[in-house]
């Protein structure tokens, strides 16, 4: 079974600090891919990356950056500088590598984050 | 229209009602999701359709019954439900067959059962 964990429930930060959003995964597949998505109060889910289990090599994207690592079965996100149009619930998903043409997402349950002025 | 689209994006019925929600998208996409959001629970895969047949029923009750006519449109049709059926509807698309297989959501329905 696969099962992906958000601890942290809410943080808060204010605007222009970093703020880092922990992701730990849990899967017996050798070969699976890791998603990252923002929900802004709109509802609608953005999605912003994605990575297969063979390729460890950080991302950063502008002021978004990700650090994968299998040792530790991490996937965490990193926002710097944060400003306010970062306020969002952040979701962290996992989906095996093979066995079907479409591919189920596990999400897990969310970290609110919320960048005050 | 880009992206995934969904109508209505609110919706109040009785326990009575028959309605339906609609999802399109406009992405060339060939597998559409349904999935249902409630207040402090995970995303929950309610239904997965691949090239218009459906390919999983994540123990659904029947009062949900879906239906993708296309690869561009699915629906889902709501009969007799309950008050815990409220919650946020999120359909999502996305290739099949491929590498490149992230899902994109639409903006969901917000459903309330009176």
């Known amino acids: 079974a696969q099962k992906v964990t958000q601890a942290q429930t809410e943080i808060s930060v204010v605007e222009k600090e970093d703020v880092t959003l922990d992701c730990v995964y849990e899967?017996?597949?050798?070969?699976?891919?890791l998603f990252w998505y923002k929900q802004p109060p709109s509802g609608e889910l953005v999605f912003l990356i994605r990575?297969?289990?063979?390729?460890?090599q950080n991302e950063i994207s502008g002021r978004y950056s990700w650090n994968f690592q299998k040792s530790t079965s991490s996937f965490n996100f990193t926002i710097t500088a944060s400003q306010v149009v970062d306020s969002a619930v952040y979701f962290c998903?996992?989906?095996?590598?093979?066995?079907?043409?479409?591919?189920?997402?596990?999400f897990g349950s969310g970290t609110q984050l919320t960048v005050l002025p | 229209e880009t992206g995934v689209t969904q109508t209505p994006r609110h919706l109040v019925m009785g326990m009575t009602n028959k309605k339906s929600l609609k999802c399109e998208q406009h992405?060339?996409?060939?597998?559409m999701y349904w999935y249902k959001q409630s207040a402090k629970k995970p995303l929950e895969l309610m239904f997965v359709?691949?090239?218009?047949?459906?390919?999983e029923n994540n123990s659904v009750p029947s009062r949900f019954s879906p239906e993708c006519p296309n690869s561009s449109h699915l629906f889902l049709h709501l009969h007799t439900l309950q008050p815990e059926d409220s919650a946020l509807y999120l359909c999502?698309?996305?290739?099949?067959?491929?590498?490149?297989?992230?899902?994109?959501f639409g903006p969901g329905t917000r459903l309330t059962v009176t």
């Open positions: 999502a698309s996305s290739r099949s067959g491929t590498r490149d297989y992230e899902q994109y």
């Open positions: 899967t017996r597949d050798t070969t699976y891919y």
């Open positions: 990575r297969n289990s063979f390729d460890e």
């Open positions: 998903a996992l989906s095996r590598g093979s066995g079907g043409s479409a591919r189920q997402l596990t």
């Open positions: 992405l060339g996409h060939n597998a």
């Open positions: 359709y691949s090239l218009e047949e459906r390919v």
